[in-house]
């Protein structure tokens, strides 16, 4: 009558249980990735929504601003080109330079970054103040870190791995044109699942012709 078990029947049996639980720990982990990535997604999506809401009730009824030129005063009707940076066009920033890009805090949702890439008229010109239909190239970025200010360029920077002469990233420093560099790491961002990318059409009302 045996009283216990074989050397062999305890490293059958430690197997078994060190593979079951490697693969119930897989799945755990692979579970909560995909739970974060649909919260992060969902945020991102109502965030988006948001925004582009707003700037629809904005596009078009935008008071006179003050600016840096020899008239001192711009007046609306504005051009497509106005809108990208925060997508409002009676906001002038000083600060956004095209060589790095920044993104804008969206206030009513902590942890959101955003920024419209492009704007354009139906007919793919930027400079038709007369324009009634706008559409907008616009990148949402999740970032839960403190940050004051946030640019694409540091988007890029903390993205691991990006020295890497294989990485998607890598070449940065050989695109000349902001636009390209700028469309690069949106793309990259919004494949990899750390941004959304959209496209919006936002018809604004010609308040001017009254």
């Not at 601003?65 to 001192?72: E, H, L, M, R």
Request: net charge negative; with cysteine; charged share 25%.
């Amino acid at each position: 009558m045996r009283r216990g078990f074989t050397l062999v029947e305890l490293l059958v049996a430690t197997g078994v249980f060190l593979f079951g639980f490697t693969a119930a720990l897989g799945l755990f982990l692979v579970g909560t990735r995909a739970r974060s990535q649909a919260d992060g997604i969902l945020r991102l999506s109502l965030a988006a929504s948001s925004l582009v809401e707003e700037f629809r009730l904005e596009a078009g009824r935008e008071p006179s601003i003050s600016t840096a030129a020899p008239s001192g005063i711009k007046t609306p009707p504005f051009q497509p080109l106005d809108y990208i940076g925060d997508g409002f066009a009676a906001v002038v920033d000083g600060n956004d330079d095209p060589a790095d890009p920044s993104l804008y805090p969206y206030k009513m949702q902590p942890g959101i970054w955003y920024r419209v890439l492009d704007c354009v008229d139906e007919k793919g010109e930027d400079d038709d103040p007369k324009a009634t239909a706008l559409q907008m190239d616009l990148l949402i970025v999740w970032n839960p870190l403190p940050d004051d200010t946030l640019t694409l360029g540091q988007l890029a920077e903390r993205q691991a791995g990006s020295r890497r002469t294989d990485h998607p990233l890598h070449d940065l420093s050989l695109i000349t044109d902001p636009t390209k560099k700028a469309d690069k790491i949106a793309t990259f961002l919004a494949q990899r699942g750390f941004a959304l990318r959209e496209r919006a059409v936002i018809i604004r009302r010609a308040s001017w012709e009254r």
